[in-house]
Each structure stands twice: as structure tokens, then as C-alpha cells.
């Protein structure tokens, strides 16, 4: 008959692979109990997007039958570990994750990655919101086929939810789709600021916000008004695109936000006849942001006319062709980003315990409530 202290010694001996801690000290072991042999718990990851949650999964039970235990009943759960400070005076206290995708230049198809990022963490059963930031040139309801303006109940605007996806754009409110968005600096930060505070978030592991291109009002608004988990650059392989790219992260560190990662769009190009990859823009341009910046290169995301199909017909390729090469592209850099958005949230709470600091107090968060 194996004891509580067994279990629990056998299951420190499995380390998540991003976070390089045991589980039990994590805290993803809850609700141990041992009856008449039967070993039941519930093992809680950092987020349902990890990349290597199939890999603890296989270590916890191979640490279990280590220690001589037949019967294991092992309930497999997902809690998204908050990356941003929370305050009691938080715009948005049910939002765990703030991640915005920014850009130097326009035309690297930031927006589109945007959009299949958060379908793919969606998928993954992760609570997802999506705000288009760019007023001049909003995109996303025409990616996500949307065209009715959402809403208002209780002075708060409804957001439309696609596959899991909550969505709000500036794209919604004009008249006409050729409508240009002509607003001064003040005007767009405080249309901003409204996506923010006026909008039906509700709870939220991750809003990913698609920053218009440039260092420009709506990047230093949001920077400046909420606390943002990090920041995903994407970029093409061009050096002139890598060249401003690198604009864009001297920015946000200025402003202390933390990078993701770099995302390189139209990487390369698959030949339909012997499958080479051609590379027509260049070759490593991510990449070398990566290198000479130390941040993450979160991955490469292919050229195909399936991409940008899907965008201009409203059917994103990772919900049109979720089996394709590309789409699984997406889904790899979307699960890259959920485990990157765990290591600064383990960061963060190992700070705030060196610190002294209660890393739940101040939280508005209902599972955790000081």
C-alpha cells in the first residue's frame, strides 16, 4: 500500500519542460487521494495549449507505476496561469493574459497571423478574445467573415464570437466597408481606451490585441494603460521588414512590456510539384531578431494562397483546412506562445514571492479571491 508521501515523491521527480520546476511545487497536483490502493488526483497545466502536455502526462504516469501503483485515476485539467499584474483598480480583471502582435511596417501580414493565433489557442479549449486595434484600416471582421454590429446590453458592448473567439473591431461601426477611418492621435487612443472598458470581455485567458503597424498612438496607449503580458513581433524576411521590426522592439522595451517572441510570415514558399522550400524574400530575418535581441523565435509561418484566401473570403485556413501544413503552423506557434506566456507568469510569481508579495493579493480573478 503506497502512501500519500510516495506519490508525492515520485511526481516531483517529473519537471515541466519550459518552467524547469517540479509539478507538485507548481502546485498541478490537486485533490490526492489514496483508497484501498486506487491512487486518484487531478493534474492541473499551466495552459491547455502547452506543447508538451501530452509529454507530463506520459512522465506522471510512468512516476506513478514507478512506485508499484496498478490503478491510477488521473483527471487531466487546464488553469492558464495569469502573466500580468492584476491590481484591484484593473480595467480588466477577468482578462489572465494580455498579448499584443505588433509589427514595424505594415504588410507582413501581422493581422493574419493575429487572427489564426488566437482560432488556434481557441481550439485548444483556452478562453480567447481578439481586438483589432488598427482604427484606420481595420481587417479582422473581414477575415473572420463578421459584418453586423454587435450589440449593447447594460451600456456594454457585446463582442460576436467566432469558433470560441470573442471579436471586436472599429470595422464594425463604419458605415460603409469603404469607409476610411480618419481620427487624430487623441481620438484613436480613446477609441482604444473603449475596447478596453467598454466591452463585454467577461473571463479571458488570452486577448490577443492586433496592433496597427508602427510605434505610433494605439501601441503607446495600451502599453501605457493596462498591464500587458508581452508582446509577439511578427515580421517578414526581408531586411528592410527585419530592419523596422527591430523599431518596434526598442519600443517595448523601452516601456518595460516584456517580448513573446518574433513570428516570421512568408517564410518560404512549398513547390506544389517537389515540395522544396523556396525561400522568395530572404532567408533568417526572424531569426536574426531573435539572436541579436535574446528573445524567442517563436517559429516560421509559410507563404500559401490558402493564407490569404481564407482572409479575404472570412474563412481563416486554420478552421478551412485545420489538417494542412500551413494551419499546423499556426497551431505550433500558437502552442510556442501559450508556454512562453507561462514561463513570464512563473517569472512574475516567483518575483513577487522574492519580493515578499502575496502573488494573488490584489487579484480580482473569482477562482482566487484574496
Known sequence: MVTVDQVLGSLKKVVDPELHKDIVSMGMIKDL??????VSFTLELTTPACPFNSD?????????????VKDLQMRVTAR????????LDELLPGVKNIVAVASGKGGVGKTTVSVNLALSLAKTGAKVGLLDADIYGPSVPLMLGLKA???????KIQPPEVAGVKVISMGFFYEQSQQAGIYRGPIVSGIVKQFLTDVNWGELDYLIIDLPPGTGDAPLTIAQ???ITGI??????????MNVAVKAVGMFHKLNVPIIGVVENMSFLNCPHCNEQIYLFGKGGGKRISDDFNIPFIGEIPLHQHISQGSDTGKPTVLSEPQSFQAQSFEKAAK???GRISIIAAEMRAQEEAEGKDPQEGTKDPENKP
Do not use: C, F
Open 149 to 155: 454590429q454587435p450589440e449593447v446590453e447594460n451600456n
Open 232 to 241: 509577439l513581433i511578427v515580421t517578414t524576411p526581408q531586411d528592410v521588414a
Open 33 to 38: 487521494s489514496i483508497n484501498d490502493g486506487k
Open 80 to 87: 492558464v496561469m495569469e502573466g500580468r499584474a492584476l491590481n
Open 56 to 68: 507530463i502526462e506520459r512522465d506522471v504516469r510512468a512516476a506513478i507505476a514507478g512506485i508499484g
Open 336 to 338: 510556442m506562445i501559450a
Open 225 to 227: 494603460t493596462i498591464p
